[in-house]
Every structure is written in C-alpha cells, then in structure tokens.
C-alpha cells in the first residue's frame, strides 16, 4: 500500500463513520413512545397512557393504537388520535382476564416509527388460582344467579367473594390530566353479593337481584376475588340481554281444528322486544316435530292422525338483534331459552277407549261390589237400624204358669187403712150467739 496515500484513505474511512452516524442520529428520525402506563379509566373503560417522543415543535404528531387479540390475525383499523393516551370501552372480543397487548405507532408528516407494543395483564396473581367457568344468568326481571368453579390451585381457606356493577353507555370518560387507575382500586365502588351459595365449604355462587327492563340494554360486570392479592380476580363480562332467561310460556288451550291440525294456544310474554316461540311436538310412536314462530300466541301441527296421542310444550327466548353487542369479532350465538313449559297432551281416538275403560271398569267394580255388600248385609242393617219389639208370649211361653202361680207374690199392691170423719154441724141458739 502506498503510504502517501494512507491519510487520503483514514480521512474517507472518518467521513465514511461520519456520515453512517450521522444517519442514525438524524435529529429528524421519529422515535417511537416510551414509559406506557396501563389501568382503568372509569369502571368500563381501559386505559393506557405514554409519554410522547422528543420532535420538533413544526411536526403535527399522530398516535395509531390499537389492541391486538391472540391468535386472531385479523384486526380492527387502529384509532389514530394526537393525544398521547389510548382508552377503550369493555367489548367481547377483549379478554379481560389475560394479558393486553397494545400496539403503539407515532406518526408525523411522511414520517412513522418503529411499532411499539406493551403488554400487561389488567388484574395481577396467580392464573391458576383465578376461578374458572364463571358464567351468569339474569331470570328476566328477578335476579342474576352467577356460578363458578374453583381455581386449579385453591389456596387453604380461600373465601371467594363477588361485586358487580352495571352500566349502560359505550362512551369513556374524559381523559384530562388522568393516570390510569389500577384495577384493584375500582372493586370497592361495586356492589357486594349476599346470597351464596357453598361446596365442601367454598363459595361457588351468589345470587343478587336485578329488576330492570331489557329496553335499558345494560352492561354487566361482575368481578370474583378471593380475599388475598395472590389469588388473581376473575372479571365477567357481558349485556344482561344476552344472558336474559324468560319466563316459560303457559299453554291455555289445545285441540284438533279441521284439516287434522293440532292447534296450541299459549300466554304471551310481556317483555319489550321481540321474542321467539318453539313449540316440541312429541308422538306416542317416539318421533318428534320443533316449530319456531316469531311473536303470536298460538301455533298449528298439520296431519296430525286421529290414532296417535300427542304431547306438546313451549319455550320461548329473545331474538338475535335484542344482543348490546354488534360487535363483527364476537361470536354470536342463539340467546337462552326459557325452561319448557308444562306438557299438553291429546289422547288418540283408541287411547280415548283405553282411557274410558280403565276409568269406567273400575267404577262398575266398585258399586258391584258395594251393592251385594249392602244386600247380604240389609237384614243386619234393619235391625240396628229399627230394632223389632219382643213378643211376650213368644219370650215367656215357657214359664207362663209360673207366672201366674207365684205373679200375686210378686206384686200385690198394698191396701190402705181408710178412716172416714164425718162431720156434723149444729145449728146456735140465739142465747148462745149473745
């Protein structure tokens, strides 16, 4: 190498160094945020809060954020917002009780950051000692009875307990100069349940009343602690309509019309929103027909024979569009079904025989027997009833003369002394009258 040209070669090498430097602390590279704080805002709404990069004043700088559900590939278009916060109202697609991932990128001008992603569960503790399989249902207008299991690991003298709140807005409230709250600090603010329920002496269930209408369209959150901060809460989620159980129908009235159609009358429900009905309608040969109508308070069976014996009953739940959530990600469902109502049934022409002679045979038996009882039994009856007077010559006969041998001994009435008094009046003088 030729050593004059040694310095031309050092200096390129530094201008070189300089120059890849200089890329990488171009004062105009956008950082992505840093220092993401996670927690509530409100008792509805999560929260996440960063502190901005370093940029020059000139830039208009955007935030894009959005929740990233596992293993989900498709997501929703993130929020783009300047401010430097992120909140989100509660919805199905959100597992609340695992770890949160937000998906952070600044933007300004023509210029984007690297992704940034912060990850942190919204309640803190052992997974495994959080219950499992909670699940809830709202008796329409009555009460919200939840159930649980315990967790993998049951701590000793665990005491799970349960507090719920309800609400009925999408909106989160405002930001300001909040920080995020951490969700522990948020239990105290729900409503306590009373009525448990007990297995092997821990509580798998509460029952609290909720006496709403289902036009409120209300949102139900329902958080099961353990009385410890190692046991991780369990946070339940859902639109009470989407867990509303009604009442079961009343069958009022069932009978064959023309045509051979079997005609089922039921009460109607009271409640606001459009219903479904299903009627089951069960042959004595084992087969089984379902029909679901919309609304009304009757349905028909049609070719119905004469020769089979039907058993009807009714159920009933809310339609699909009665759900809060309309939400494209969540996985719908049919809605609860109400218990069956109390079966129906219409006897077969020969079941209607069988029926009136197993009934009738019985009947005849039964006065049969009673009238020769009776029969065999009058004479007895008469005489307790109308005892016959004795003949006394008949009860007597044999010792008749010896009745009126010794009958003067017997009774002799005595005879009384009688003294007759006579009395004799004499007349006065006039010498004795003075």
Known sequence: MDVHRLPTLLLCSLCAGWTCGSAYTDPGEL??????????????????????????ANCSVQYTAEILKEPRTEMPA?????????????????????????????????????VKLFTSPLTTGNSRTMVRNM????????????TWRPGEVVPPNVNYSLRYWFYNSNECPSVGNKQPTPFHDLLDKGEPCQNYTYQSG???????????SLKEYKRLVAVVTGGSQDIKPYIYFTCANNIAKLKAPVITDIKIIPNNTLLVRWNESDVPL?????????M????????????????EFPDISPDITYTVKVRVNLMKKAMCFLDPYEQRKDLLWSDWSEEKKIMAIEDKRIRFLVIFLPVV????VTTVLLLFYMRRLLFRICPRIPD???????????????????????KEEVCVVSLLETSLSSSQVE
């Open 284 to 299: 004595s040969d084992g087969h089984k027909v379902i029909v679901t109508v919309l609304q009304g308070g009757s349905m």
């Open 31 to 56: 950082y992505p945020s840093s220092s993401i704080k996670f927690g509530m805002n409100g008792l509805s709404c999560l929260f996440w809060k960063w502190t901005p990069p370093s940029i020059s």
């Open 135 to 146: 699940t809830c249902i709202w008796h329409y207008n009555e009460y919200v009875n939840c």
């Open 274 to 282: 459009t219903v479904n009905y299903q009627g089951q309608l069960e």
């Open 202 to 212: 821990i509580p798998v269930g509460c029952v609290f009343k909720f006496e709403q």
């Open 392 to 414: 006394p010559s008949k009860v007597l006969s044999s010792d008749f003369q010896h009745w009126l041998k010794y009958g003067k001994a017997v009774y002799e009435p005595k």
């Open 365 to 368: 038996l039964f006065i049969t």
């Open 78 to 114: 993130g929020v783009r917002d300047k401010y430097p916060y992120f909140t989100k109202y509660f919805e199905p697609r959100i597992d609340l009780n695992n770890n949160l991932t937000l998906k952070v990128q600044t933007t300004c001008e023509n210029r984007t950051s690297e």
